[in-house]
């Protein structure tokens, strides 16, 4: 499983490319690696309307990672179901670890 390339470290975090399917009939996140787009893949409950599945999405990665929601944010596609999220503050290595976990 390549779902390394699908996170890169930035200046100031690191960024998750991610593939989303809203109103899914539950939440998984990470539920899988897409090979071809290289975009881990998420399930959300919530409806892809009014940011609703993206407040789902951030509120997992935050569960998930430890961090507080605040520091995760949807820098492109938040209208879209792919999606790249940065993560402030995090290392690339903490971020691959606890997302392998979770796709075991």
């Given at each position: ?31 899988g ?26 509120g ?9 929601e ?9 209208r ?25």
């Amino acid at each position: 499983m390549a779902f390394q390339d699908a996170v890169r470290a930035s200046s100031d975090g690191v960024l998750i490319d991610f593939e989303v399917s809203p109103g899914a009939k539950e939440t998984r996140v990470p539920s899988g690696y897409n090979e071809w787009r290289r975009r881990i893949e998420a399930r959300l409950k919530a409806p892809p309307e009014r940011g609703r599945a993206n407040e789902e999405l951030i509120g997992e990665l935050s569960a998930l990672l430890g961090i507080p929601e605040s520091r995760i944010e949807i820098t492109s596609g938040a209208r879209d179901s792919r999606k790249s999220v940065k993560v402030l503050g995090a290392s690339r290595e903490e971020v691959l670890r606890r997302l392998g976990g979770a796709l075991q």
